[in-house]
């Protein structure tokens, strides 16, 4: 995501970033019907479509996944939320 890419999401995990952030396109891992539908999908929308998915993804890394802001949640997790 942070390269900007537009992404294909075929992963059974839970918090799904791809979704949450609008960086691409998810479907159900292990279907390849799924994966291929993604695939053809992906490629019959614009490339400004497919830029602009690449650049919601790579913003929400930056303001998401940053070391400072995972340090800060790390220690507001740790430090403020404990008994």
């Avoid at 279907?31 to 614009?46: C, F, G, H, V």
Wanted: glycine share 8%.
């Amino acid at each position: 995501m942070l390269a900007g890419k537009p992404i294909i999401y075929a992963i059974e995990a839970p918090g799904n970033i791809v979704e949450e952030s609008g960086a691409g396109i998810s479907c159900p891992a292990e279907d390849p019907e799924a994966l291929s539908q993604a695939i053809l999908t992906m490629k019959n929308m614009s490339k400004d479509d497919r830029d602009a998915m690449g650049k919601r993804g790579r913003e929400w890394v930056i303001k998401n996944r940053d070391y400072k802001k995972l340090a800060a949640d790390f220690l507001e997790a740790v430090f403020y939320n404990s008994p």
